[in-house]
């Protein structure tokens, strides 16, 4: 536990290495922020990545098959 100071010099120095302690609890707390916010961004990528190329052969099927519904040719 800090002294309590006893003049404005040692007052400015406790007040100033307080304030360095609170800007890097910040900093790595948007850090983490940062890496977490990266990390669902590329989860959500991959998912949506792997949802699209899952359905991709169902909506080539539905797009052939209205091809040859309305008689225009494909092959």
Same mark, same amino acid.
Request: proline share 3%; hydrophobic share 50%; net charge neutral.
């Given at each position: 536990? @800090?002294?309590?100071?006893?003049?404005?010099?040692? #007052?400015? /120095? +406790?007040?100033?290495? %307080?304030?360095?302690? =609170?800007?890097?609890?910040?900093?790595?707390?948007?850090?983490? @922020?940062?890496?977490?916010?990266?990390?669902?961004? #590329?989860? /959500? +990528?991959?998912?949506? %990545?792997?949802?699209? =190329?899952?359905?991709?052969?169902?909506?080539?099927?539905?797009?052939?098959?209205?091809?040859?519904?309305?008689?225009?040719?494909?092959?």
């Amino acid at each position: 536990m @800090a002294e309590i100071p006893t003049n404005k010099s040692q #007052a400015k /120095s +406790l007040a100033k290495s %307080l304030a360095m302690a =609170a800007l890097s609890q910040d900093s790595i707390t948007s850090e983490r @922020a940062s890496v977490v916010l990266s990390a669902v961004f #590329a989860f /959500s +990528l991959g998912l949506g %990545l792997l949802t699209m =190329a899952g359905f991709a052969q169902s909506a080539h099927d539905v797009a052939h098959d209205s091809r040859h519904a309305f008689s225009f040719p494909c092959h």
